[in-house]
């Protein structure tokens, strides 16, 4: 599904040329009838620890986002996502396996000042988990705010997820916040670092997280990149769940045509 999805975008793309693009940059949108393809898989650790109780998450995903202009500087964008997770409770020595259905979501995005001064608007419906285990329904709208220096983009974003409808056993109709500091820089054609650090706050689980994450990226041709990513947890809180670890890493390969 994924390759015939990707082919039928990448019909329509060619219809013209695309120039050479920053397309690691955290605030590009594809130009009228191009495309932007995203494909990631990552690999993430999670611990839970309560005094001599212990229990470890492993989680690997693999996930495809598109981007189709429309116009200038508007464009729908969307993506599926297929993860496998494993748990292991240490404590009594026993695990467990999920496999999870795929996860999508679809939208708008908006790049409402584009020269110096950069302000994107995007707002996404999606749907985790479908199945037998319930599906749990959001609208995710996210803000991004930020300035482009001579040799860098700093920049701050703040999403917000709000619960439409659940089925899913242990969750609540609960928002869930994010805010994101970052800095972009890099050479359009040649290399690029995206830093930053992001607070969570999930209303859902009364949870708190501070993470700092990475990606640095190397353009393979003038619009395709091959990348590198990671995130680590700083801080994390949850109820009933005093100690909170987690790390992620992953490779991310840039498409646009």
């Known amino acids: 599904m994924l390759k015939q999805t ?3 975008f990448t019909v329509l793309g060619f219809a013209g040329t695309a120039a050479a693009a920053d397309i690691t940059n955290p605030f590009f949108l594809p130009e009228s009838l191009h495309v932007a393809s995203v494909t990631s898989g990552s690999f ?5 620890k309560d005094g001599g109780f212990s ?5 690997k995903a693999v996930t495809e986002e598109l981007a189709f202009g429309i116009v200038n500087n508007l464009a729908i964008i969307g993506g599926i996502e297929k993860d496998w997770t ?8 026993i695990s467990d396996k999920d496999k999870n259905d795929l996860d ?18 995007s707002s996404v419906y ?14 995710d709208t996210e803000l991004k705010l930020g300035y482009q220096f001579e040799k860098f983009l700093p920049y701050i974003s703040g999403s917000v997820v709000t619960p439409v409808a659940q089925t899913r056993d242990g969750r609540t109709n609960r928002w869930n916040y994010t805010t994101r500091v970052g800095v972009y820089q890099g050479k359009c054609g040649v290399w690029s670092l995206d830093t930053g650090v992001a607070v969570n706050f999930d209303r859902a689980d009364h949870s708190r997280y501070v993470t700092a994450d990475a990606e640095a990226s190397y353009y393979l041709t003038k619009n395709m990149t091959l990348g590198v990513y990671g995130s680590y947890l700083l801080d994390g809180k949850e109820k009933g769940n005093p100690d909170v670890y987690g790390k992620s890493v992953g490779a991310r ?5």
Request: net charge positive; charged share 25%.
């Open 6 to 8: 990707l082919l039928a």
């Open 44 to 48: 993430t650790e999670g611990a839970y």
């Open 55 to 59: 229990e470890r998450t492993y989680t």
């Open 86 to 93: 494993k748990w292991k409770d240490r404590t009594f020595g």
């Open 104 to 121: 999508w979501e679809a939208g708008l995005a908006w790049n409402i000042l584009h020269c110096d001064t950069k302000l994107q608007l």
């Open 126 to 139: 999606g749907q985790e988990d479908p199945g037998v285990k319930g599906t749990y329904k959001y609208f």
């Open 253 to 257: 390969l840039r498409l646009y045509f």
